[in-house]
């Protein structure tokens, strides 16, 4: 949700939860969990955490056929208005390697505990990728079927990620990603995100800077985060246990 297309959509910060699975050994079951620091939570161009901090934390248990279950967790900040502080997303699906291709199709439960508004909502997603041998190019969809502001939504995005080298022995990687958010309630407001990261890799850690904007325009937006969601840099460092 093999460790690099998940690591795609999780640098492109585009949907699936930000922690990501490595290569696992062929066994029945096994544990695939990860702890991530950030500079900032931005997902989907949105920065969640209000332009602070975030912690994050998965804990995912994958079965040789591909299916898997999984919980992840961060520090949130909708902006204004809004007292959640913390965000569960409870997850399944199926991920498989066919030949170049990888498929991952699943199911995600976003929860943010709130006193003063619902702010829950559910997701189908699908996300396709093939490896041309070193490149790889992904695209995806999630759908929300009840948006927690109303109406459904559907959100389509494309990642590629280039291989740049090894210097040090580290492998470093540009990722470039775009999406497009559409919601059926027009007082929220469509928007375009892009995102671009330079990830390097060593052992279990990742580390990673990347850049993210959105043309979402503060004045005309319904979003709960219009205001945390114009040009920025953050940083972010991952681990895998």
Known sequence: MNRLPLLLASLAVLGMPAIVSAEQPQESFNWANGAAFATEYVWRGQSLTGGKPALIGELKLNHHSGAYVGAWAGNLDLGPGTDASIEV??????????????????????????????????????????????????????????????????????????????????????????????????????????????????????????????DIDPERSGLLTRGQSDARWRAQALVMF
């Open 89 to 214: 997303d409870y997850f399944l699906g199926w991920a498989k390697r066919i030949g170049k291709f990888y498929v991952n199709a699943g199911y995600l439960y976003r929860q943010r505990p709130s006193d003063t508004l619902p702010l829950d909502f559910e997701e189908a997603t699908v996300f396709v990728s093939y490896d041309f041998g070193g490149a790889r190019l992904g695209a995806g969809s999630y759908y929300a079927w009840d948006y927690f502001q109303g109406g459904n939504s559907t959100y389509h995005y494309a990642n590629l990620s280039v291989p740049l080298g090894k210097p040090g022995g580290v492998p470093v990687s540009a990722v470039v990603a775009a999406g497009r958010y559409d919601f059926s309630n027009r007082a929220i407001g469509n928007y375009d995100n892009v995102d671009l990261r330079l990830v390097a890799q060593h052992k279990a850690w990742s580390y990673s800077i990347g850049y993210s904007d959105t």
